[in-house]
């Protein structure tokens, strides 16, 4: 009778664990994502249907301060340095995000980020009364400060609170609002809208909007409870918080499994950027976040927008229609993250992976003879406009979201955050890498620069498909379970910590030991 309780208590705490969408829930993840992730993917595009009357808003003012027309390839260098500041801005905000969220907590790292986001928006909404263009790349860099913090923090702070059966959709969101900050950016700056010479500074100046609900609203949501019972050490704190998000009181077994998880770490501390590196009880995590977060940025996204417009004027498309044809695939990339979000918890994000990654293989390929052969052929304009759509739609399934998906789920609480400024570092330098290097690749290799995307996306599939496990509904215990035996670590049942299969039980000196071996 005893053990029969045992097992009905269990069972009641692995339902309590799962968890149902409540509203709280709901909104705290939507006020994240839409405050934050959705301003990243609004000054991804906000300045790319303005360029022109910004550039001559650069020249009209220096003309106006020296008498002299600006030199043509100084106002390259500008524009250059205006559009590559913010995925170098990005690189930086990636850097601050361990001291931060460890000492300022998830939520309170979100609410010191949106100053950035107002200061910038200020600024470049009051350039042009201001007549001053330094400003507008001075708050492209603050931009990338901004969206480094959010890209990496919303995915944290979200799979944290999350109960695991929905860490999967509720992980994908915040890519789903980078998707639509990239659709509303576009479809304001139609020339007919602030796409103009008199609305830029206007579409520039509305990214602060969103930052100021966030900062209006969020204090009013908990935070982490994984932070507050295992680094702030505060488990009525936490109790109180999860209590809320799930909208009942049986929580007792994710707290218990947040307990599990602090006696794992109890002895290890939280790592560094160092420490994670060396310590090989986390090698393959590491390894895998890098070689996704690489296969995310350096598979081509970038490229793909980029050619885009030429081709749709390739198949026929008029000048001046091109833009709306470059807003409806922004809605196709909508559409398909909305689809991820529904269907990652009954897939998998192992599957979305590979088949993310899969359909933007061929695309690349098929694209390549497309785009070769166009001139010869006539249908194979359209052909390529379909390839454009297919690796649209594989990359909003799999390769954008799912990554951020798996740092959270792949770490625990004392290694994420260093593994997310690693992920994120690594986001923001191949993202400033393509965009730099892009331009000399079309120029030297024209339309066979997409088989070498092709080929990065095979690589990231094949280590996927070998290394990468499935973490659907899995607890973040039993994920580094999984993770320990490739790691060739084994984790002790009664004390949940990582040992070597050599080595002397020690705790930190463990540790340590584990870290020199590999070096």
């Known amino acids: 009778m005893k053990l029969k309780d045992e097992k009905r208590g269990s069972s009641d705490d692995n339902e309590g664990s799962k968890g149902k969408m409540t509203l709280l829930l709901a909104l705290v993840t939507l006020i994240s994502a839409f405050g934050s992730s959705f301003q990243y993917g609004y000054n991804v595009s906000v300045i790319n249907s303005p360029a022109p009357y910004m550039q001559a808003f650069y020249n009209k003012t220096y003309f106006d301060r020296n008498g002299v027309p600006m030199d043509s390839s100084f106002q390259t260098l500008l524009w250059s340095l205006t559009v590559s500041m913010f995925p170098l801005g990005g690189l930086f905000g990636s850097l601050m995000v361990w001291p931060l969220v460890n000492n300022c907590g998830r939520k309170g790292t979100l609410l010191i980020n949106n100053s950035f986001s107002i200061v910038a928006a200020i600024l470049m909404g009051t350039s042009e009364i ?57 479809v304001l700056g139609l020339n007919s809208i602030l796409g103009n010479a008199e609305g830029w500074p206007v579409l520039l100046g509305l990214t602060g909007i969103p930052s100021l609900i966030q900062l209006l609203t969020l204090p009013f949501f908990p935070e982490s409870p994984r932070y507050l019972l295992i680094q702030k050490g505060n488990e009525e704190q936490a109790r109180k918080a999860l209590k809320r998000l799930r909208g009942h009181d049986n929580v007792d077994g994710e707290i218990e499994e947040m307990r599990q998880e602090d006696r794992s770490e109890k002895e290890e501390g939280q790592f560094t950027v160092l420490s994670l590196c060396t310590f090989r009880g986390l090698r393959w995590q590491l390894i895998s976040i890098i070689v996704m977060m690489m296969g995310q940025q350096l598979s081509g996204i970038n490229g793909v927008f980029y050619y885009a417009d030429r081709i749709f004027q390739s198949a026929g498309v008029d000048d001046n229609s091109v833009q709306y044809v470059t807003v409806s695939i922004g809605a196709v990339n909508v559409v398909m993250t909305l689809l991820a979000v529904f269907i990652v918890e009954c897939l998998g994000r192992r599957i979305l992976l590979l088949a993310g990654f899969g359909l933007c293989c061929v695309s690349c390929a098929v694209l390549t003879v497309a785009l070769n052969l166009q001139n010869t052929v006539s249908w194979m304009s359209y052909l390529s406009i379909v390839c454009v759509i297919v690796y649209i739609i594989g990359h909003a399934i799999g390769a954008s979201p799912i990554p951020f998906v798996m740092i959270t789920e792949m770490f625990l609480q004392s290694s994420r955050p260093a593994a997310f400024m690693v992920g994120g570092s690594v986001h923001w330098v191949c993202n ?25 996306c095979l690589v990231t599939i094949v280590y996927i498909f070998i290394v990468v496990p499935e973490t659907k509904n899995k607890t973040f215990m039993e994920i580094n379970k999984i993770m320990a035996k490739r790691n060739k670590v084994e984790i002790q049942e009664d004390k949940e910590e990582f040992k070597d299969f050599q080595s002397v039980p020690g705790g930190q000196a463990e540790k340590e030991e584990l870290s020199s071996s590999d070096l």
Do not use: D
């Open 130 to 186: 201001a007549k001053t263009f330094e400003v507008i790349i001075v708050s492209r860099i603050i931009m990338g400060i901004y969206a480094g913090l959010a890209s990496n923090v919303v995915p944290m702070f979200l799979g944290e609170i999350s109960p695991r059966n929905l860490r999967g959709a509720i992980g994908v969101v915040p890519q789903l609002f980078i998707t639509v900050g990239i659709l509303i950016a576009q």
């Open 432 to 456: 400033f890498t393509v965009g730099l290097v892009f331009l000399y690749m079309e120029a030297g290799l024209g339309p066979y620069c997409f088989l070498i995307f092709g080929a990065i």
